[in-house]
């Protein structure tokens, strides 16, 4: 669905090796899917904002000054009659002040060139006129690290897995506090856990764009974050006191089916809050024995499932 890609850290490669990309790629051109699918791309060659600091308060004195004037002519210079994209500000920042008095400026630098204030929709409209003469390039985009987000699966699943103990932790502890009893040892390693979480939020070594180094890094803390996650939560629940723990860290009620390792005798009923039977069935599998049941739980709560030694009637 989608009819054009605006992109920056894509283009040229010095050494084809390292990515599919071609040595020299022009701004514009049409990016082919493997099953020949095609969109207009533009590849900002001189970054998100040429010319100019993305500082917001100098952005007034940037725009009067000669600096953008002169990025504007080199990329008008290699792009024939093609339409050009100035690309200006930033996403943290409204209007890019001056923008009259630079505008006047580009209109006399660039003679035969209609300079117009619009948006990367607009630049499109124009360079859809030049799509038949436009090259066609197949292959991988990225420079540097091709198809990051199939290269460094591992970080990221990392992060989910350390998020989804940091919370479980988090509110488990908030619950005990809050609601049912204090929970002694368990702010330390949940700090430390927090501490793992908040460092690996980087721009760019979250999203695994960076040197082999500091990928071990992020993975180091991860580990460590999960290991005090994970010591958190079982301090808690040992708050909780004995019996099968079934806790909800989600703001809604959910009924889910409970998967966990059975290492003792079968029980003969499965007793859920006052007294309740609690329908179950204990397997044996890959994994060894196994004791499923299908529980209602309430929002950030929990329920406490009590197996009774007998015979098998559930």
Same mark, same amino acid.
């Given at each position: 669905?989608?009819?054009?890609? +605006? ?8 050494? =084809?090796?390292?990515?599919?990309? =071609? ?16 969109? +207009? ?22 725009? *009067? *000054? ?30 890019? =002040? ?18 117009? +204030? ?96 500091? *990928?071990?890094?992020?993975? *180091? ?94």
């Amino acid at each position: 669905g989608y009819t054009a890609l +605006l992109a920056f850290r894509a283009g040229p490669v010095g050494d =084809p090796s390292v990515s599919g990309a =071609p040595r020299e790629l022009e701004p514009a051109f049409r990016f082919q899917a493997p099953d020949g699918s095609e969109v +207009l791309t533009h590849v900002m060659p001189l970054g998100y904002s040429p010319g100019t600091s993305r500082a917001p308060r100098s952005l007034a004195w940037v725009a *009067t *000054t000669t600096r953008v004037p002169r990025a504007v002519r080199r990329l008008v210079e290699r792009s024939g009659t093609q339409p050009v994209l100035v690309p200006l500000g930033a996403e943290f920042s409204g209007m890019l =002040p001056g923008i009259a008095i630079l505008l006047r400026r580009l209109r006399g630098g660039t003679p035969g060139r209609d300079v117009r +204030l619009g948006t990367a929709c607009d630049y499109f409209t124009l360079l859809q006129r030049w799509s038949a003469s436009l090259p066609t390039h197949r292959g991988d985009l990225n420079p540097v690290y091709p198809g990051t987000h199939a290269l460094r699966p591992e970080i990221k699943r990392d992060d989910r897995l350390l998020t989804a103990e940091v919370l479980a932790a988090e509110t488990l502890d908030a619950l005990l506090a809050t609601g049912l009893d204090d929970a002694p040892g368990t702010h330390g390693p949940l700090s430390e856990a927090w501490h793992c979480l908040l460092t690996n939020q980087a721009h760019d070594s979250i999203g695994g764009c960076h040197v082999p180094a500091v *990928t071990r890094d992020v993975r *180091t803390r991860a580990r460590q974050g999960r290991r005090a996650a994970r010591k958190a939560l079982e301090a808690g629940l040992r708050q909780l006191g004995s019996g099968l723990v079934v806790f909800n860290p989600l703001g809604w009620e959910r009924t889910d089916r409970v998967d966990v390792a059975w290492g003792g005798p079968t029980p003969g009923t499965l007793e859920g809050p006052d007294g309740a039977r609690v329908p179950f069935r204990v397997m044996r599998g890959d994994r060894g024995r196994r004791l499923q049941a299908v529980v209602t739980v309430p929002a950030l709560g929990f329920v406490r499932l009590r197996a009774v030694e007998g015979p098998l009637s559930a």
